[in-house]
């Protein structure tokens, strides 16, 4: 069940990332864009860590992949790209890309993997929780500097004077 | 006004019927009876208690309650009745369905309108249904240069994705929920992020000025109000340590969380009528701008699917609003205990005493649990609704500037008062809970 599971999720993330790269049409690779995005969420769920999975929907699905279809939609394709149809370039790409899997893939095997068989059940949300405020706890602190850095920069950016003008009479 | 067609002609009805009759008995007698035959004899019946199990057999035993009531509950116990009838889609879409009527009928009498009231001669009650048998026979057309399949998919993909949120709410004790999660709130979370996606999608595909402007002003009107709703969430989190739907809303047997955290639920109320689209944050639909924003090219059922889904998914917010701060099920036992005697001695009606061994179907607790969270959600559900008769649509720019600025720096004093109601010992260990 789990491999078939994982083999179809393997074909979805591929193959939409596949299409997101090549489909000319910008809304229907953002929408594969979408499939990739899901399927690693799909993976996730396979790890027994619904917790990131829900992250990865709510955050990459949610809210990235929006604000690419909404890049798309605003900005005139033909201005930003040019059609380079360069065989030799294409070529070139896929053997970089084979180089690369294949020595990512050996680092992989090489690491001792295979060997690793665990019956442990899966990490808590909670015991994430707990490990981040005693153990990790100037980690979180930065994090939450940042973040409320960000916020707050977020609401001074948003609250600007409106542009006074002639038709809005206040 | 006659309601008959004008040449209408009561020997030629007799005869229509006697037509119709005779047309049956013959499918019946040269096709349907020797069809049973041929699956009687190669499908090898069952023998149960020793008697071969006969399609005659099989209909004396529908007809004992002793013998269908354990079915009846056997069906109640899948996972098919959860998803379909309660607490699924069945009872969602029933109270969807239930508020469009609500919401026609109550708009016109605040505005001193009748609203539906010929359909169904008693204050139009079937609008309902002669709305949807419209809906269902008018033909569905797709602008000519939409892009189809987007076009095609939108709306299912709505209405299911709207399901999916439903299936996420707990109805009542016992595990009356579609899909227990431990992380429930945080797949609220991940469902309420596919809506801007499909909205923006449909509006795209129709190729269309107006179901474009209203698909860009739904995009930025549901990404700028989900980060106060998910922020506003975070106080009862925060109060409950856990996610669970269901363990959230069996914490507030004693007091609901709106009395500890009111500025919370009232930043998740505003945000919900903007990802509602809601006057007054109805700017994506804006009828008397835009003609009726992203929904403008669709027609017929899938117009339909959109409204349906639209509904299930203010269903599922006030739900949500109730498990979260207004406690879910929990209330005062007002349902009486199953009668004894029916037990005990059956039904008695004159000379016939009729017995249900098997009963109940429900216990009190759960049909008690169910009877107060409906009344909670139609009460929210209620407020949902109220503004629309009352309040202008604002402006895009003041939408904005209430999300960004406001709403989140009152989500912001939520979370502290949540913390300090938990570091003070009010709640959590050591306190009321």
């Known amino acids: 069940m789990a491999d078939a599971v994982f083999l179809a999720l393997s074909v979805i993330t591929i193959g939409s990332a596949i299409a997101a790269l090549e489909l000319r049409s910008l809304i229907y690779g953002s929408i594969a864009l979408m499939g990739t995005l899901g399927g690693i969420a799909g993976f996730f769920f396979l790890l027994d860590s619904p917790f990131v999975a829900l992250f990865q929907l709510a955050v990459y699905v949610g809210s990235i992949a929006v604000l690419i279809l ?8 033909e201005l930003i790209f040019k059609k380079v149809e360069d065989s030799r370039r294409k070529y070139a790409g896929l053997a970089l890309m084979l180089v690369t899997m294949v020595a990512l893939g050996a680092v992989f095997l090489d690491s001792g993997i295979k060997t690793i068989t665990t019956d442990e059940p899966a990490v808590n949300f909670r015991d994430i929780g707990i490990d981040f405020v005693t153990y990790y706890w100037p980690a979180l602190i930065l994090m939450a500097l940042i973040l409320a850095g960000s916020v707050t920069g977020a609401l001074v950016l948003a609250k600007r004077e409106d542009v006074e003008n002639d038709q809005r009479t206040s | 006004m006659s309601v008959l067609a004008p040449k209408f002609k009561l020997s030629e009805f ?4 006697f037509d119709n009759a005779f047309w049956a008995l013959l499918l019946v007698s040269l096709v349907g009876l020797p069809l049973i035959q041929v699956v009687l004899f190669y499908i090898e019946m069952p023998v149960i208690n020793g008697e071969l199990l006969t399609p005659f057999l099989a209909l004396t035993w529908l007809a004992d309650p002793s013998r269908s009531l354990p079915i009846v509950k056997a069906f109640m116990a899948t996972d098919m009745f959860r998803v379909m009838v309660f607490p699924g889609f069945g009872f969602a879409a029933l109270l969807a369905a239930g508020t469009i009527f609500v919401e026609r009928k109550m708009l016109a009498k605040l505005q001193l309108r009748v609203g539906p009231f010929y359909c169904g001669k008693i204050e139009g009650i079937l609008q309902l249904a002669g709305d949807g048998l419209k809906l269902i026979s008018k033909e569905i057309i797709i602008p000519a240069k939409a892009d189809k399949p987007i076009f095609w998919a939108a709306p299912v993909i709505f209405v299911a994705t709207a399901a999916a949120f439903v299936a996420l709410i707990p109805v009542a004790p016992g595990g009356w929920v579609v899909a227990d999660v431990d992380l429930g709130l945080l797949g609220v979370f991940a469902i309420i992020g596919f809506f801007p996606i499909i909205t ?10 107006f179901p474009f402007i209203g698909g860009i002003r739904a995009l930025f009107q549901m990404v700028s109000f989900e980060i106060p709703l998910i922020l506003s969430l975070l106080g009862v989190v925060i109060v409950t340590g856990t996610l669970n739907l269901s363990e959230i809303s069996a914490s507030q047997s004693f007091f609901p969380w709106i009395v500890f955290l009111p500025v ?14 809601r006057i007054p944050f109805d700017l994506p639909e804006a009828e008397s701008e835009i003609v009726a924003g992203w929904l403008t090219e669709f027609s017929g059922m899938m117009y339909g699917l959109v409204q349906l889904g639209t509904y299930l998914k203010l269903y599922a917010f006030a739900a949500l609003f109730v498990v979260l701060f207004l406690g879910g099920w929990n209330g005062p036992m007002i349902v009486p205990p199953f ?10 009606l004159g000379p016939v005493t009729a017995k249900f061994p098997g009963l109940p179907l429900f216990d009190q607790a759960m049909l008690n649990g ?13 407020f949902i609704l109220l503004p629309r008769g009352v309040f202008p649509r604002i402006r895009i720019d003041m939408l904005l500037s209430l999300g960004w600025t406001k709403l989140i720096g009152l989500a912001f004093v939520n ?11 009010v709640l959590g260990p050591g306190g009321l809970q």
């Open chain 1, 70 to 77: 909404f890049t798309v939609m605003l900005v005139k394709r």
């Open chain 2, 14 to 17: 007799i005869k229509s019927l």
């Open chain 2, 200 to 209: 923006i999608l449909s509006a795209w595909s129709a190729n269309s000025k």
């Open chain 2, 264 to 277: 919370g639920a009232i930043v998740f109320f505003i945000t919900m009528l903007a990802e509602l689209e």
């Open chain 2, 339 to 348: 009668p004894e005697e029916i037990l005990t001695e059956g039904i008695v």
């Open chain 2, 370 to 382: 169910t009877l107060w969270f409906v009344i909670k959600t139609v009460g929210v559900i209620f």
């Open chain 2, 415 to 425: 979370i502290f008062i949540a913390l300090g109601l938990l570091y003070a010992g």
